[in-house]
């Protein structure tokens, strides 16, 4: 894809996402209009501003047609290849981050998280992937869990009881 | 007036000495030397992906930090800069045209030490005017009512699409989409819930600034880093012998006037908000050049090339602080997401901070001076261990710094859906800023946007809905026309250089 179409493929759809923002606005129960004597309604922030929304958007589709924006005259990658490799990779790397901070838990998804990182995309070597894949979560906790009071997600009820033994072994220190 | 302030300087200086503060300052300082040298990480990042951890320390100490880390990544930029070619972060862009000609002629080290003097030189002016200009603004802004703020909000704005210098209709749409992500909840006034999008009840809570900002400047900063480091870098050899930089410290009569030119310049452009301290780097890079002897030197390695930009940054960070602390306005991305912290450490931004929170407006301006003596010794201390950090792989930092933006998000809200969130709008973010979208306004309108509307709909109620209010109100009238000014001056620029482009056609 070249910038030239992504530019125009951002354009629509965010010109389509101001449409919608103002159609939400204006279907729930909303004043998007002037309260006499009191100023603006609920809905009448909100509504106009992504009505500024669609106006720039369609300002930005205008300016494509003509080639006015230098984006809308460049026929360079969008995304090339290996930016691709790496943009991608790190994107679902997170996906499945987040998705396995429910299941399994934060601690043991941010392992494999590192492990996964360090290994296969950085290609380092054992001693630098292992100090980081079992530091990194020490370090989280010690810095979350046990000097912010923030309790991290730790998954379904297996690895939950899992990691009561590592809180045990928390309180039984300090 | 004189009294107070040195008084309440001297106050604020005793608290920054305490213990806490004082570790805060170094913590914060190496944090700023270490994400300003990084490639792809500036203060802007380092402040976003930190603030959560801040919540350990009480809010003097807090800011104390950020604040060290804002001038700290100040003087870091510089290390890349000049070390390796790159700019360290966008603000230290002006610093590579003459640190890396110098550097290749093998002065690295002079570069190096130029910088961190001229750092130093700029901070320190830029600090004194702080504290001469704060004190009397805080108390003239404490005229102001609601008209007032909005009015200044909307110059606020302004300045990003009349100075900005990006796509017009882009940067509107930026600011805009900002102010609708920060009005998503319940409404101020009547109470209903707006924006709940799909009907998801999370929304119902609103989205808080910082799943914006770490998204941004976290993730999509880092996709963006990536593409563009993926290609090899090449480290340029530094001498830091002790014989040596007694003589590049000797160098400062050749670079001394273009500083405080730098400085003065940069804190001015420093609090506009739409400016901050890339921009104030390049001006006053360039007024060294116009002003110097010989011009054509500069971009071949003239010292004064790396000095001038560099004292324009580190003054125009503290310049961005001014309308942060007295009026509430941000004027950088940086201070934007301060702002956003002081909100959620509880504190009310504007001029009242002043007179309700003397200890710790009064610790920070304190702090200031610290630690950019702090700053200065360390950076030039440990020049030769971030040379030496500058040759760690990326794909070391790259991991950290996802998790810290994780579970930093999640430690702030307590929420999955955040972190979901957070994901999209890098993602998201990181595409619309490869077209060019700026994204530094939509942070600010995040910031801004549920101040901008309850003053906007504060001034309508009291003056029962008549919009003429914002007119008849001297400093509100002058916003607003600077602000239309703001605005029309580009459309009419180009719209006049289309009329004279086609003329010359014809």
């Given at each position: 894809m070249t910038v030239r179409t992504a530019e125009l493929l951002m354009a629509i759809a965010t010109f389509l996402a101001s449409l919608g923002l103002m159609l939400n606005v204006y279907v729930s129960d909303l004043n998007i209009g002037w309260v006499e004597g009191r100023g603006p309604g609920a809905g009448m922030w909100p509504f106009w501003l992504a009505f500024v929304m669609a106006l720039a958007s369609f300002a930005t589709l205008v300016r494509w047609i003509r080639g006015i924006t230098p984006e809308s005259r460049s026929t360079e990658d969008y995304v090339d290849r290996d930016t691709l490799f790496l943009v991608v990779i790190s994107a679902v790397a997170l996906l499945v981050l987040l998705i396995l901070f429910e299941i399994i838990g934060a601690y043991f998804s941010l392992m494999l998280f590192m492990f996964f990182y360090l290994r296969t995309i950085g290609r380092h070597g054992w001693v630098a992937t292992w100090s980081l894949v079992i530091g990194t979560p020490i370090f989280v906790y010690l810095l979350f869990e046990v000097a912010l009071t923030k309790y991290l997600p730790k998954g379904l009820p297996f690895f939950e009881n899992l990691f009561l033994y590592v809180d045990d072994i928390r309180y039984s220190l300090f | 007036m004189m009294e107070t302030v040195l008084s309440s300087l001297g106050s604020g200086l005793l608290q920054s000495f305490e213990p806490l503060n004082l570790f805060m300052i170094f913590a914060g300082c190496l944090a700023g030397l270490f994400v300003g040298a990084m490639p792809g990480l500036g203060s802007v990042n380092g402040v976003a992906i930190l603030l959560p951890v801040t919540f350990l320390v009480p809010p003097t100490a807090a800011i104390i930090f950020l604040a060290a880390l804002y001038y700290g990544a100040m003087y870091g930029g510089a290390i890349s800069s000049i070390t390796l070619g790159i700019p360290g972060s966008s603000t230290a862009v002006a610093t590579v045209f003459d640190g890396r000609p110098m550097a290749q002629a093998g002065k690295a080290d002079q570069a190096l030490t130029a910088a961190a003097i001229a750092s130093f030189i700029g901070g320190t002016i830029s600090i004194i005017l702080f504290t001469l200009f704060a004190p009397p603004l805080a108390v003239f802004a404490l005229k102001f009512g609601p008209q007032e703020e909005f009015a200044l909000m909307v110059l606020a704005f302004a300045t990003f699409i009349g100075l900005g210098g990006d796509d017009i209709p882009k940067t509107i749409f930026s600011i805009m989409v900002g102010l609708v992500l920060a009005a998503v909840g319940f409404d101020i006034i009547s109470g209903k819930p707006r924006l709940i999008f799909f009907d998801m009840v999370d929304f119902q809570r609103g989205i808080e600034f910082l799943v914006l900002a770490i998204g941004i400047y976290g993730i999509g900063e880092m996709l963006w880093t990536l593409e563009s480091t993926k290609g090899a870098i090449t480290l340029h050899k530094v001498d830091t012998s002790w014989k040596k930089f007694r003589h590049n410290l000797g160098q400062v009569r050749e670079y001394i006037g273009t500083t405080t030119l730098g400085a003065m310049i940069g804190f001015f452009v420093g609090t506009l908000p739409a400016a901050g301290a890339t921009p104030a780097s390049l001006m006053s890079y360039g007024l060294a050049k116009t002003f110097?002897?010989?011009?054509?030197s500069f971009g071949k390695g003239n010292i004064a090339g790396v000095a001038a930009p560099e004292a324009g940054n580190n003054a125009a960070s503290t310049g961005s602080m001014l309308p942060m602390i007295t009026l509430g306005i941000p004027g950088s991305p940086t201070t934007a997401i301060l702002l956003g912290g002081m909100i959620i450490w509880g504190l009310r931004p504007g001029p009242l901070l002043f007179t309700e929170s003397p200890d710790f407006v009064w610790g920070l301006i304190g702090s200031m001076y610290v630690a950019n003596t702090v700053t200065v010794l360390l950076n030039l201390a440990l020049i030769p261990v971030f040379i030496r950090v500058l040759a760690m792989p990326f794909t070391i930092l790259t991991p950290i710094i996802f998790v810290l933006c994780v579970v930093g998000v999640f430690a702030t809200t307590d929420r999955m859906f955040d972190t979901w969130l957070m994901l999209i709008f890098g993602v998201v973010g990181y595409l619309m800023r490869k077209l060019n979208y700026p994204v530094a306004p939509a942070v600010l309108a995040i910031v801004l946007g549920p101040l901008a509307e309850r003053s906007l709909r504060q001034s309508l109620i009291s003056s029962r809905g008549d919009a003429m209010t914002f007119l008849e109100r001297p400093i509100s009238l002058a916003c607003i026309l600077v602000a239309a000014a703001l605005v029309a001056y580009p459309i009419v620029n180009g719209m006049r250089r289309r009329r004279r482009a086609r003329a010359a056609q014809e």
């Amino acid at each position: 894809m070249t910038v030239r179409t992504a530019e125009l493929l951002m354009a629509i759809a965010t010109f389509l996402a101001s449409l919608g923002l103002m159609l939400n606005v204006y279907v729930s129960d909303l004043n998007i209009g002037w309260v006499e004597g009191r100023g603006p309604g609920a809905g009448m922030w909100p509504f106009w501003l992504a009505f500024v929304m669609a106006l720039a958007s369609f300002a930005t589709l205008v300016r494509w047609i003509r080639g006015i924006t230098p984006e809308s005259r460049s026929t360079e990658d969008y995304v090339d290849r290996d930016t691709l490799f790496l943009v991608v990779i790190s994107a679902v790397a997170l996906l499945v981050l987040l998705i396995l901070f429910e299941i399994i838990g934060a601690y043991f998804s941010l392992m494999l998280f590192m492990f996964f990182y360090l290994r296969t995309i950085g290609r380092h070597g054992w001693v630098a992937t292992w100090s980081l894949v079992i530091g990194t979560p020490i370090f989280v906790y010690l810095l979350f869990e046990v000097a912010l009071t923030k309790y991290l997600p730790k998954g379904l009820p297996f690895f939950e009881n899992l990691f009561l033994y590592v809180d045990d072994i928390r309180y039984s220190l300090f | 007036m004189m009294e107070t302030v040195l008084s309440s300087l001297g106050s604020g200086l005793l608290q920054s000495f305490e213990p806490l503060n004082l570790f805060m300052i170094f913590a914060g300082c190496l944090a700023g030397l270490f994400v300003g040298a990084m490639p792809g990480l500036g203060s802007v990042n380092g402040v976003a992906i930190l603030l959560p951890v801040t919540f350990l320390v009480p809010p003097t100490a807090a800011i104390i930090f950020l604040a060290a880390l804002y001038y700290g990544a100040m003087y870091g930029g510089a290390i890349s800069s000049i070390t390796l070619g790159i700019p360290g972060s966008s603000t230290a862009v002006a610093t590579v045209f003459d640190g890396r000609p110098m550097a290749q002629a093998g002065k690295a080290d002079q570069a190096l030490t130029a910088a961190a003097i001229a750092s130093f030189i700029g901070g320190t002016i830029s600090i004194i005017l702080f504290t001469l200009f704060a004190p009397p603004l805080a108390v003239f802004a404490l005229k102001f009512g609601p008209q007032e703020e909005f009015a200044l909000m909307v110059l606020a704005f302004a300045t990003f699409i009349g100075l900005g210098g990006d796509d017009i209709p882009k940067t509107i749409f930026s600011i805009m989409v900002g102010l609708v992500l920060a009005a998503v909840g319940f409404d101020i006034i009547s109470g209903k819930p707006r924006l709940i999008f799909f009907d998801m009840v999370d929304f119902q809570r609103g989205i808080e600034f910082l799943v914006l900002a770490i998204g941004i400047y976290g993730i999509g900063e880092m996709l963006w880093t990536l593409e563009s480091t993926k290609g090899a870098i090449t480290l340029h050899k530094v001498d830091t012998s002790w014989k040596k930089f007694r003589h590049n410290l000797g160098q400062v009569r050749e670079y001394i006037g273009t500083t405080t030119l730098g400085a003065m310049i940069g804190f001015f452009v420093g609090t506009l908000p739409a400016a901050g301290a890339t921009p104030a780097s390049l001006m006053s890079y360039g007024l060294a050049k116009t002003f110097s002897k010989d011009p054509d030197s500069f971009g071949k390695g003239n010292i004064a090339g790396v000095a001038a930009p560099e004292a324009g940054n580190n003054a125009a960070s503290t310049g961005s602080m001014l309308p942060m602390i007295t009026l509430g306005i941000p004027g950088s991305p940086t201070t934007a997401i301060l702002l956003g912290g002081m909100i959620i450490w509880g504190l009310r931004p504007g001029p009242l901070l002043f007179t309700e929170s003397p200890d710790f407006v009064w610790g920070l301006i304190g702090s200031m001076y610290v630690a950019n003596t702090v700053t200065v010794l360390l950076n030039l201390a440990l020049i030769p261990v971030f040379i030496r950090v500058l040759a760690m792989p990326f794909t070391i930092l790259t991991p950290i710094i996802f998790v810290l933006c994780v579970v930093g998000v999640f430690a702030t809200t307590d929420r999955m859906f955040d972190t979901w969130l957070m994901l999209i709008f890098g993602v998201v973010g990181y595409l619309m800023r490869k077209l060019n979208y700026p994204v530094a306004p939509a942070v600010l309108a995040i910031v801004l946007g549920p101040l901008a509307e309850r003053s906007l709909r504060q001034s309508l109620i009291s003056s029962r809905g008549d919009a003429m209010t914002f007119l008849e109100r001297p400093i509100s009238l002058a916003c607003i026309l600077v602000a239309a000014a703001l605005v029309a001056y580009p459309i009419v620029n180009g719209m006049r250089r289309r009329r004279r482009a086609r003329a010359a056609q014809e």
